[in-house]
């Protein structure tokens, strides 16, 4: 792909995310051609090397305030890589110096919806590309192509509007527009490249720089290798500069090594051959489909032997000099390279420096890493086999982060990489009004609004695999309220299996009536969407996935009524008071939280409508109400015991031609 780049520069087609969510004019989708060799033309002018240079002030002020950041409040480090990246790129992009905007979460939500939409199997249409011409398939991709051309020509045109102002600041945008005759882009794909430059330009180094300090909490001899050079060249009594990087080449391997540790994109991007070519002893045909696999490259133990290890070392020749002869693949391949990569470069190397220079970062002891958990790809997230297991169990999701809000009327998508629920919209919202209208509902009455349930004194659920025992209170005599906890119980995993526990003190049901359902499901909409229609709110709860290797794994949880000994091993970041619980297991992926308020919500159940294939036939009971909606499967093979997907292999011959399809 670097050698033969020419014939490698195109892209497979994507019809649900290039042309029905973008329009065809998001860069990273777009085929080889025209257009692609302009938009790269108008990005390379503005993010060569040498103008990278420019934006270093920039991104010295935000790294300084993201070292400030991180001391006022040191748990939250991923949501400052976060701001750092945004409030740059955002910058760069448009000028403005606000990262809270709102057209800034208007596009990350935009960007959410491209992430499932390129995911192999998440739209039919890719696999049967003539569904895209039916007038009533893929309206939700079609509707998020004109919220994504709003947003992104609504923030052109403000740059437009402030070009008479001498006092504008440099920026893309204002590049692009000064020189739209020079690249020959049309208003709407300047749009959609500025656009899509801060998308993807944000993302990628908040990730990046995550990695990176992952890395030093992890590998605390390599951290003070580096905090070693950074003190003998820099000294205590002034902070590193760009100045410093070519003094600092223990830090650039440290970098490298991190990112090849752990890479932002294991996978990496598809690119398609244009012609027949020959590779060793191969042809690929025109029109194959090739993935430089980040992760493969990266464990090549011809290349990297110890692939495995964290070995920053390996970035230096036996002269001790950083090694130029690796092929650094973070950023892509050949014409198809990331433009960004200089800019995503410096921001790397001087928000590492300060950070290390500043602090000594540690891991907390007390709460596992999954130290892959952060990487994409179906088989990295702890939470989808939790959500599996749970789901087998009661029919109903769970969520993995419980003080992140489930909200009744919600509808979008099964995230199949995480298992989290990507929002797309809620019934409730202004824009919503007329399609209730349009099937009966009375909007003034409030009829379509959740009920709640009386409350529960407890929910609990655990997965077929898990067996309840009685507490021993006996053995645990030490922990101040045990006897009169409100929840208690041991719960012990199969030996080889991995198990959940899900419990809820005192959960109170919202839930969407099932007259309101009926008129819902008329609502085409919705018809492709699924629709939270229940959601459990609880005042305290406790999440527990087992860890298979532990091997015959039992754990001990209580809801304490006065503060215990113990402290937990692991809390949610959100929950606030967290010392009602106790748990004395070792092993496996934990969460809790306690508050005063029905704040979290663990467990929800999502709904779809029931196709008319479905239906049942004319001498069959007329479906009404909630029986119109069913519970959508889940959104991956099933999972083995280590959580990865299991393909599925049907016989024809099992099959029972008498039996009602669901």
Sequence with gaps: MEKQGALTADRPRMIAAGEMLFGGLAIGLTHAGDRLRRMRRALHSHLNPKAAEAYQPLQMSLAKKMVLDLLDDPNNF????????????????????????????????????????IRPGAYLVDSIPWLRYLPWYGQELKREFERGDRIYTGLMNHVKQQLSKVDIGPSFARYVLENEHDHGLTEPEMAFLAGTFFGAGSDTTAAAMSTVLMAAACFPEEQSKVQAELNGVIGRRQAPTFVDQVSLPQLDAFISEALRWRPLSPNGFPHRATKDMIWGNHCIPAGTTIFGNHWAISRDPDVY???DAFKPQR???DQGRLRNDINFFVYGFGRRICPGQYLANRSLFITSALILWA???????????DDMGFMSGPDSHPQRK???????R???????DPPS?????????????????????TIYSDEFKKLLLDVGISVESGEHHPKYCPDEIEFTAWSKNVRKLDLNVVSDVGIPGIDTATIKGTWEVKKGTTGAVLLMHNPRLRCITSSVLGKLSNITLLQSMHLVTKVFYCPAFSLYLSDKSAGGEKVSIALLNSEPVVELMDATVGATAMKKWWCNTQAGFERHGCNTEHCFTPLYELLHVRHSRNRRSSSSPERTGEELWIAPPLPWAPLDEDGKEVPIYFDDSDSDSNSEQE
């Design 405 to 425: 809000e489930i909200q009744v009327g919600s509808y979008g998508k099964i995230d199949n990489t995480t298992g989290d629920l990507i929002v797309l919209g």
């Design 315 to 317: 970035w230096f020749n």
């Design 394 to 400: 009661t029919g109903k999701y769970a969520n993995w």
């Design 305 to 307: 032997p110890e692939p």
């Design 359 to 369: 602090f000594q970062l540690n891991m907390d002891t007390t709460q596992p890493l």
């Design 78 to 117: 991923h949501n400052h890589a976060s701001t750092f990246s945004a409030a740059m790129v955002l910058e760069i992009t448009y000028g403005k110096n606000s990262a809270t905007d709102t057209e800034v979460k208007e596009i990350r939500d935009f960007l959410e919806t491209r992430s499932i939409a």
């Design 386 to 392: 939790f959500i599996d297991l749970i789901f087998n």
